[in-house]
């Protein structure tokens, strides 16, 4: 069966614009999750960090791959008046992963004081935790994840199927 060429001038610059603009998404996913962190700070018993604005936040525990440690912890968090800040617990967490640490979301919470000092108590901290544990908090980001991942997603099918296509021209062509 003879294919018009044509179909090759379609699908050659598909691929490449599809590889091009999945790239940049993937770029985009990773400043998303990097830009969306406001405080990193050591897993103790007691920590205080600033943020920068009123609004919702995310508690994460950031630890080794497969690490028990963020299991039996307990936090409650006030703010620079001392007034206590409700932490709610997460139902579908959000997991970022990287080569050999992992950032699980531990709670949600909003901070309605606004911008200034909290105070950050957790109780349940193992003796012999990893002292490379870490909490981070960060501006809420699931919601751009999953329209990034279902872009990511739908980048990598059209890559594939003009990639695919233009073989199949390529090779029907002799």
Same mark, same amino acid.
Do not use: C
């Given at each position: 069966?003879? #294919? =018009? &060429?044509?179909?090759?001038a379609l ?14 998404t993937?770029? =985009? ?6 830009? !969306?962190? #406001?405080? =990193? #700070?050591p897993?103790? +018993?007691?920590?205080?960090? +600033? ?6 936040? /995310?508690?994460?525990g950031?630890?080794?791959?497969l690490?028990?440690?963020?299991g +039996?912890?307990? @936090? !409650?968090?006030t703010?620079?008046?001392?007034? &206590? ?6 139902? @579908?967490?959000?997991?970022? !992963?990287? @080569? ?9 919470f909003? +901070?309605?004081?606004?911008?200034g $000092? ?11 935790? /990893? &002292?490379?544990?870490r909490? #981070?908090?960060?501006? &809420? ?10 872009a ?9 199927? $003009?990639?695919?296509? !233009? ?7 002799t």
């Amino acid at each position: 069966m003879k #294919v =018009s &060429p044509t179909w090759l001038a379609l699908t050659v610059p598909a691929f490449l614009i599809a590889a091009i603009l999945l790239g940049l998404t993937i770029r =985009s996913l990773i400043h998303t999750v990097r830009g !969306s962190v #406001v405080a =990193s #700070v050591p897993l103790r +018993a007691e920590q205080r960090f +600033a943020l920068p604005r009123a609004g919702d936040y /995310d508690l994460y525990g950031e630890g080794r791959f497969l690490s028990r440690d963020f299991g +039996a912890l307990e @936090f !409650s968090l006030t703010d620079a008046a001392g007034a &206590p800040v409700t932490l709610h617990r997460v139902f @579908f967490r959000t997991t970022v !992963s990287s @080569f050999t640490r992992v950032r699980l979301q531990l709670r949600h919470f909003h +901070a309605a004081a606004g911008a200034g $000092s909290f105070t950050l108590r957790i109780t349940g901290i193992k003796e012999n935790q /990893d &002292p490379e544990n870490r909490i #981070v908090l960060a501006t &809420p980001v699931t919601a751009r994840m999953v329209l990034h991942i279902l872009a990511i997603i739908a980048l990598a099918m059209l890559a594939m199927a $003009s990639l695919g296509g !233009s073989i199949f021209i390529l090779l029907g062509q002799t």
